[in-house]
């Protein structure tokens, strides 16, 4: 456990979902699927989906308005805005900095972090390291993405898993000895670029009509690849957070995982030890 710095300590949090729900019966009418395929594979029984006109930074927006709320703080009180997302509103400036205008905000800064499934695990690890070495007394953490934007709704191996939403907490230093974030472990494995990515419109292969023609703008994925690594990666790092805070597994109340399917979260569990209820 990291002793000798301020903790920081989740003060309020908010979320926000698109109203337009997508669900496998609709997805039916796309793709060669049904519900039965999808609920037994991945769990999902819906997914929601951003409406035209509206962008990431709109959900971001409201999920922040929620969590100052709940924290008791105003917009004018945020020294930072992070923003875990890899479907910001423009190539730049980010979409922190976009709602960063939208809530009002004057004296803060903020930048996105691009880290796909982990960006808000990402992002809170950065704001708790501000906060802990003094630069800011509190931060306005957001995961937030548009999904649906990158989809190419003619595959079915990835146009049923992903949709749109935004979580966000307000991150403070703690005042009254509650123990806070007792660590933070992160880790990348660049030799699984390909496994799941978005082949065109950055610099390597700017957008042009062949790219778009041959949807090379929509997500990629090796969903079997994905299933291994994630899983295994995801019980290591989660052992190396434990150990970090000296906690052991069966003192664990709750387990919050990446949402990404059931399977994964059941296999994850399965390898923790931990009961599919925590």
């Known amino acids: 456990m990291r002793r000798g710095h301020p903790r920081s300590v989740i003060l309020g949090t908010g979320s926000e979902l698109p109203s337009k729900v997508m669900t496998n019966a609709a997805l039916e009418r796309l793709v060669d699927t049904t519900d039965e395929w999808i609920t037994t594979r991945t769990g999902i029984k819906e997914r929601r989906i951003l409406e035209e006109g509206k962008s990431n930074a709109d959900m971001a927006y409201r999920a922040s308005v929620r969590a100052l709320k709940d ?3 105003e917009a004018k009180d945020v020294e930072a ?3 875990g997302t890899v479907s910001p509103d423009y190539p730049f400036p980010s979409s922190a900095c976009v709602l960063e205008n939208m809530l009002g ?4 800064f903020s930048f996105d972090v691009n880290a796909a499934c982990s960006g808000f695990l990402n992002a809170l690890a950065v704001a708790d390291s501000f906060i802990r070495t003094g630069m800011v007394r509190n931060a306005l953490v957001i995961g937030s993405d548009a999904l649906s934007r990158l989809l190419n709704w003619k595959d079915r191996s990835t146009c049923i898993l992903f949709g749109d939403g935004a979580g966000a907490v307000v991150l403070g230093v703690s005042h009254d ?3 806070g974030i007792l660590s933070a472990r992160l880790r990348t494995d660049g030799s699984y670029v390909k496994t799941l990515y978005v082949p065109a419109g950055g610099s ?4 042009s009509l062949e790219s778009v023609r041959k949807n090379e703008h929509t997500i990629t994925m090796n969903g079997k690849e994905v299933f291994k690594v994630a899983v295994r990666s995801m019980e290591e790092i989660s052992r190396e ?3 970090e805070a ?3 597994i069966d003192e664990v109340s709750l387990v919050i995982p990446h949402q990404a399917n059931l399977r994964i979260i059941t296999a994850l569990a399965e390898r923790l030890k931990v009961p599919c209820p925590k």
């Open 204 to 207: 390597l292969k700017p957008a």
């Open 105 to 108: 905000v004057r004296k803060a």
């Open 241 to 243: 957070a434990l150990d």
């Open 81 to 83: 805005i992070i923003m």
């Open 246 to 248: 000296g906690v052991e």
């Open 71 to 73: 924290a008791g703080l």
């Open 177 to 179: 000895g509650a123990p």
